[in-house]
């Protein structure tokens, strides 16, 4: 298994890992396996945010990749994608901010956008141990929750994890099957570390 990397994600089959690495490589081969094997129950995570995600696997395999587009990083053409926002991941959300809030981005050079996303690099750089231990042990809870919820000992494990007791929590998903508890051990390992 290949370590987790910004942009990675993991697909698996029942208990088993089918893929892991860059979003476009992963749902082809889950696209692939399905073509083969219909009847198979795939999951997709996000290594990032432990989140399950879910893509339209509809048609051909250009056609699957350029709807991939708005989640890959810049430089990951796969597809024929035309130029513009989505090729560099932009995806518009609303952002609700009080008129002083606008006033003041309205002045900064680059426009708001631009202010905007490097306030959250900056914050997301300067984030406290705690927020980054918080954040860890929300990923790999959402991974278990999805793919590991009937498996035994899974609320102890969850316990272990938000108590920070690795050898407890190693204890309790030692049963698991083995791809499922690499992949939530690699998930969870960060909020073992001391800060």
Known sequence: MTDITPQSYSAFDGHKLLAQGRLDEVVLKVKRRLK?????????????????M????????????????IYLSPGVEPGSGGPGRPKLGVVAREVSLLPRHWEWLSTQSGGASITLRKLVE???????????????????QKFMSAIAGNLPCYEEALRALYQRDRAKFQEQIVDWPADIRAHAGKLATPAFEKN
Do not use: M, N, Y
């Open 36 to 52: 083969s094997q219909p009847a198979a129950a795939i999951l997709v995570f996000s290594d990032t945010t432990g989140k399950e």
């Open 54 to 69: 879910d893509f339209d696997l509809r048609g051909s395999e250009k056609e699957v990749l350029a709807r991939l587009q």
């Open 122 to 140: 900056e914050a997301s750089k300067s984030a406290s141990g705690k927020d980054r231990v918080r954040q860890v042990q929300e990923r790999a």
